[in-house]
């Protein structure tokens, strides 16, 4: 499995940001499909995922009622729409998938995408 990722950039507090996150290969072997993010010093944490198999989205404490994830099934992309953005939602965020079960830990993802930086200024 192959993971695109796309979309990040600098906004404002406040502002809207869309990531993609576009597999390839065997993704039919997916379970799940999510995000990651990484502050500077900080340890990667979970952020929101798709549970391919039951059609289940889950998030973090933190950007419950902002972010929301959705999938598009017929290009087998997962997205990201991240409205009221903070300073604190600043790091890099990765795109992950997994093929064994679903599970919020970073360190049971199979597959990664590269990294893209989402800066949000106050």
């Known amino acids: 499995v192959q993971l695109q990722a796309s979309g990040g950039g600098l906004v404002q507090a406040g502002d809207s940001l869309r990531l993609s996150c576009a597999a390839s290969g065997r993704t039919a072997s997916i379970y799940a499909q999510g995000w990651f993010r990484q502050a500077p010093g900080k340890e990667r944490e979970f952020v929101a995922a798709f549970n391919w198999k039951i059609g289940r989205t889950y998030y973090t404490d933190s950007v419950k009622g902002r972010f929301s994830i959705s999938r598009d099934n017929a290009k087998n992309t997962v997205y990201l729409q991240m409205n009221s953005l903070k300073p604190e939602d600043t790091a890099v965020y990765y795109c992950?998938?997994?093929?064994?079960?679903?599970?919020?830990?970073?360190?049971?993802?199979?597959?990664w995408g590269q990294g893209t930086q989402v800066t949000v200024s106050s």
């Open positions: 992950a998938a997994d093929s064994l079960a679903f599970t919020t830990h970073w360190d049971d993802y199979d597959y």
